[in-house]
């Protein structure tokens, strides 16, 4: 049986020291697994050099239980971290081997789940969707709740990236009531996340701000920087899409800079959405200038898909400011890499942008011939939104270029997968193009209809996007609203614990008082004991008032009712924890005790002897059926 070795809280120096006292090759990797998994969401680049290390071990001494781990969590790395699919699936292979040949099922059900993340980024939905369910299922069948949470997180992403928002919902749902049960914070900030973002997939930029700023809350709680980043940054994206630009770069710049504090290799995607606002605002020259920080980053870290990605962006603003050459050239330098990467999204990008420097340049046949490209991809990756704005250029080109026949055709087809699929992105533009091919035809009455349909469609987005402004600023409201509650809170408590320390050292001070007092009426007492005599009747005057005093409760019942405001409760919990046995002697030294008094000043207070308190003590030590815990230790928790 493997030992677990509990090094989780160490810090990365005690940890090294650790790893050069340890002979045994096979217990050295099993530390740096444990520690390179149990840092990944802290310090994600640490974690990564440790995982390497482990698996390069393992490789050295041929132990196939490293293998498999070490490959397991450094395929979840570069595919979740890097966005690496060729070193994520390599490494995966490797984990589904060792897997297998170990009989363990466990592991083997996280390779399959990997798998299908890997094949989903691909847009390989339904294979994806095998892949995760078998892993689901034997996850069920080994009673593994937290592994099936995870994979229940994962389908739910599936699901979103399909529109099947619903399921989506329900799996994020069914992961997020097990993560609350099980009090797994990180977890459920992530679910929360996720759930936030689908929101914001369906539009609704207001719902998406909510569970975002909650997620924010929750990783605040348990200080997940990394999370945090990641959470900013999505929720500066929220901005971006509300029109709020100023907002959005605020929110980057914080997902930046705690990027940066973890030295993250991802920090190249706040960049790049940084530079998407710039060009939005036409700030062309900044917008090129961060897509190429972005571009050198994602590169230096192995993202070959999002490099390329920054590259097209870079073409698509060198077009907007007119410098159509620069974009084309931008395009040609990339091509040899998107077929490197054999990623079929990228390539219809690649195709689709090219088509429309083709077209700027009134290359229509080549346009046309970029764009059927790029068509017959589309069809292969279950990617509606792509395909639309596929479908969507070439009747665009086909209009442009006289070809109305087409035109129509390729519209038509466009408005066929927007019913079907409810992907209204582009319905106003494919029912303009159809409005027009059809007046060019001389088809006027079916043209005033698509017109009147576009018209009315282009009123229905601004309506939605009106009410969903509208929602957003309640939101934000809300939000400062809630802030500011949370402030009025704060306040409030720090004012009250304020109060309680003053009304704390306010007791010490009656108590040392009554201490004090009671100590010099005893001493005078006996001092006048000693030098009375019968005829002095002003001496037995003085004794007659120090006794009366001793019996006097005024300066007690000061104390008691500053104790009871400091320690509301006390008495009522003693006496039901006593059984109503303490008798109000025995009250009177508990409560002197919980206000820090020695023996000593209580007998004086009392005017009791030492050691009659010493028996009291004992007597209630008895009562209260303390064993072996303290008495005073007991009092100071209650």
Same mark, same amino acid.
């Given at each position: ?17 650790? =790893? ?46 490293? =293998? ?38 466990? /592991? ?40 099936? /949470? ?78 945090? /980043? ?88 060198? /077009? ?33 942008? =090219? ?135 704060r306040l409030k408590a720090e004012q009250l614990e304020k109060e309680l320390e003053m009304k704390k050292n306010e007791l010490t001070a009656l108590a040392l008082h009554l201490v004090n007092k009671n100590e010099f009426l005893s001493e005078l007492q006996e001092q006048i004991g000693e030098n009375i005599e019968d005829t002095n009747e002003v001496l037995k005057s ?97």
């Open positions: 049986m493997r030992r677990k070795i509990h090094i989780d809280d160490l810090s990365l120096v005690q940890v090294e020291r650790r =790893l050069q006292r340890i002979k045994n090759p096979k217990e050295k990797i099993d530390v740096l697994l444990q520690y390179g998994k149990s840092i990944f969401a802290k310090d994600v680049n640490t974690s990564f050099q440790f995982l390497e290390k482990a698996f390069q071990l393992s490789e050295k001494v041929e132990y196939d239980f490293g =293998l498999m781990k070490s490959a397991e969590y450094l395929a979840e790395y570069y595919n979740n971290v890097l966005g690496n699919l060729i070193e994520a699936e390599k490494y995966n292979l490797i984990a589904e081997q060792y897997a297998i040949k170990l009989n363990n099922k466990s /592991s083997l059900s996280i390779a399959l789940r990997t798998n299908g993340s890997i094949l989903e980024t691909r847009a390989n939905y339904t294979e994806a969707e095998s892949l995760i369910l078998r892993a689901l299922e034997i996850q069920q069948e080994l009673g593994e709740d937290e592994l099936s /949470s995870v994979t229940l997180t994962e389908l739910g992403y599936l699901y979103w990236k399909r529109g099947l928002y619903k399921k989506s919902r329900e799996n994020f749902n069914n992961a997020l009531m097990y993560f609350e049960k099980t009090q797994n914070v990180v977890k459920q900030a992530g679910v929360i996340h996720n759930i936030g973002v689908l929101f914001s997939e369906e539009g609704d930029y207001a719902q998406a701000i909510v569970q975002l700023e909650k997620s924010i809350a929750l990783k605040e709680r348990v200080n997940d920087t990394h999370g945090l /980043s990641v959470s900013y940054h999505t929720l500066g994206t929220q901005y971006v899409h509300i029109q709020d630009l100023e907002k959005a770069l605020q929110y980057f710049e914080t997902s930046l800079q705690l990027k940066r504090q973890i030295k993250s290799e991802r920090v190249f995607l706040t960049i790049g959405n940084m530079a998407y606002v710039y060009s939005v605002l036409e700030q062309y020259d900044l917008a090129i200038e961060y897509y190429n920080q972005a571009y050198t980053l994602a590169w230096n870290s192995g993202d070959k898909r999002n490099a390329a990605d920054y590259k097209l962006y870079i073409s698509t603003v060198l /077009s907007k400011q007119g410098k159509v050459e620069e974009s084309e050239a931008t395009l040609e330098s990339i091509k040899g890499l998107i077929e490197e990467i054999a990623d079929p999204v990228a390539m219809v990008n690649l195709l689709q942008n =090219l088509a429309g420097v083709a077209k700027r340049k009134k290359e229509y046949a080549y346009s046309i011939e970029l764009l059927l490209r790029a068509n017959v991809i589309c069809t292969t990756i279950e990617n509606n939104y792509i395909l639309i704005q596929n479908l969507f250029g070439l009747s665009d080109v086909y209009l442009e270029s006289g070809d109305t026949t087409n035109a129509i055709v390729y519209a038509k087809r466009c408005l066929e997968v927007i019913q079907t699929s409810n992907e209204k992105t582009r319905l106003a533009d494919v029912l303009q193009v159809l409005a027009e091919a059809c007046a060019v035809l001389g088809n006027y009455a079916e043209a005033y209809e698509y017109q009147k349909n576009a018209s009315t469609t282009n009123i229905e987005q601004l309506k939605v996007n009106f009410t969903h402004k509208n929602n957003t600023l309640l939101v934000q409201f809300d939000v400062e609203r809630t802030k500011k509650e949370a402030e009025l809170q003085i004794a007659a008032k120090i006794a009366s005093t001793e019996k006097d409760e005024t300066d007690w019942r000061r104390f008691e009712d500053q104790f009871m405001q400091v320690n509301p409760g006390f008495s009522k919990k003693l006496m039901e924890a006593s059984s109503n046995t303490l008798t109000k002697t025995e009250v009177k030294i508990c409560q002197l005790l919980k206000t820090g008094l020695s023996t000593k000043e209580i007998a004086n207070i009392l005017f009791l002897s030492k050691r009659t308190v010493d028996t009291h003590r004992h007597n209630i030590h008895k009562k209260l059926k303390l064993q072996d815990v303290s008495l005073i230790s007991w009092l100071l928790s209650l």
